[in-house]
């Protein structure tokens, strides 16, 4: 195992609601990034933080937004959720300063009816 | 044109095949390239890292042409565990954001 863990593992909103996904990074990691993974498709990157500040962000609209905390434990909020954010939500997290490996979290498993 | 993209599949092999995976990236600047598994309905993780000089883990080798703009992965004597998804991945030019490819489904048969 990673040692990074995510919570929902699964839940299942409806169009126009709001959802809070959370990760919590693996020990000794600074940074956090949030990919959307969607059926039959490779994850795609939403957005990294790095000592509570965003530090890269992919193509995904405003209402995607996130948080990082001082223990380094992050949230992903989505707003105003359409059908086709029903996807696999993925955390990873790595030491910035170190190139190389991402440990991803097994993911929240997010369906929008 | 996506950032990253790899051979289509399934490939379907008996155990003992060879295998070899290609895929193909866009931005020059790239610096670092890995190849990813991924299980049914389970995170990536990381299956090996890919040098400018080729480098072999095993049964696998992995192969970077800079010029080409071009990584492979091949698995020989192929094993039923070695069904799963493989994810070309290469590190954008800025931090560690990872662009995926949106892999290669590898079955392996009895």
């Known amino acids: 195992e990673t040692g990074v863990t995510q919570s929902p593992t699964h839940l299942i909103k409806t169009r126009g609601q709001q959802v809070t996904l959370r990760c919590s990074s693996q020990?000794?990691?600074?940074?956090v990034s949030w990919y959307q993974q969607a059926l039959g498709q490779g994850p795609q990157f939403i957005f990294q933080?790095?000592?509570?500040?965003?530090?890269g962000r992919g193509n995904f609209p405003p209402r995607f937004s996130g948080l990082q905390f001082p223990n380094y434990s992050s949230e992903l909020n989505v707003n105003a959720l359409e059908l086709d954010d029903s996807a696999l939500y993925l955390c990873a997290s790595n030491q910035r300063e170190l190139t190389g490996e991402l440990f991803f979290g097994e993911g929240s498993r997010l369906t929008v009816l | 044109r996506k950032e990253v993209e790899q051979d289509p599949g399934p490939f379907n092999v008996p155990e003992g095949a060879t295998v070899a995976f290609n895929c193909t990236y866009s931005?020059?600047?790239?610096?670092?390239f890995f190849w990813y598994r991924q299980d049914c309905r389970k995170e990536p993780k990381l299956l090996m890292s890919?040098?400018?000089s080729g480098n072999e883990d095993g049964r696998f080798t992995a192969q970077l042409n800079r010029a080409s703009q071009y990584i492979s992965l091949l698995i020989r004597d192929s094993k039923l565990s070695d069904s799963a998804t493989y994810l070309c991945?290469?590190?954008?030019?800025?931090?560690?954001?990872?662009?995926f490819g949106a892999g290669t489904i590898l079955r392996v048969k009895s």
């Open positions: 890919v040098y400018s």
């Open positions: 020990s000794g990691h600074n940074t």
């Open positions: 933080y790095y000592r509570e500040e965003e530090n």
């Open positions: 931005n020059s600047a790239s610096q670092s």
């Open positions: 991945v290469v590190n954008a030019e800025y931090g560690n954001k990872l662009v």
